[in-house]
């Protein structure tokens, strides 16, 4: 079975806000798009993956911010239901790309630390506080449930540049390039 294409910029689709899901246990609908999100995941490879960006404009994201392309037995992957930022602390800047901002990376500030809460598969909520990459990784998915991009967060000058560059891109129907670099 194809897996389903990761949306890309400007597909309207990821600008939408996500609806929250239902308290409890995922459906088995909703398990089974969890388990091909992780699927899509580690083939494109990526380290996150927000259910907007393969379509589905609902609160569901999928995590592994630990595996090494090179070894799939490191895989520990995480499905992360109705997620919220609770606190913020600090500050970093982390060079981010993403999986539907085909080849480009740029700096993004973000909370160096943050306090998350989510509900798992079967609607068990757990509490984290995570730090770095992660913490990252948690506010680049969460945009995603809300329509925001990286990009929406660097310079004018920056994106515009970019925006300039993917319109040509698309115009003129060129194959993506190879995307180095940890995507999320
Ligand atoms: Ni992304």
New binding site residues.
């Given amino acids: 079975m194809a897996l389903r294409p990761v949306l890309q910029f400007p597909d309207p689709r990821l600008r939408r806000r996500s609806l929250p899901l239902p308290e409890g246990a995922l459906s088995p609908a909703l398990r089974e798009l969890a388990r091909d999100m992780i699927e899509i995941m580690y083939d494109e490879p990526?380290i996150?993956?927000?259910a907007p960006?393969v379509g589905e404009a609902i609160r569901l994201v999928v995590m592994d911010t630990d595996w090494d392309s090179e070894d799939p037995a490191t895989r520990n992957p995480s499905v992360l239901v109705n997620p919220q930022i609770i606190a913020r602390r600090g500050q970093l800047t982390w060079t981010?790309?993403?999986?539907?901002?085909p080849d480009f990376q740029a700096d993004v500030e973000r909370a160096e630390h943050v306090q998350v809460r989510y509900a798992d598969l079967e609607g068990k909520l757990h509490s984290e506080e995570v730090s770095g990459l992660r913490a990252v990784c948690f506010q680049?998915?969460l945009?995603?449930l809300d329509g925001i991009?990286?990009i929406d967060r660097i310079s004018k000058l920056r994106r515009d540049g970019y925006v300039r560059r993917r319109r040509k891109a698309l115009k003129f129907a060129a194959p993506a390039a190879g995307r180095p670099g940890a995507?999320?």
Avoid at 96 to 101: D, F, K
């Fill in positions: 990526g996150g993956l927000a960006q981010e790309g993403c999986l539907s901002v680049h998915e945009d995603h991009l990286f995507a999320l």
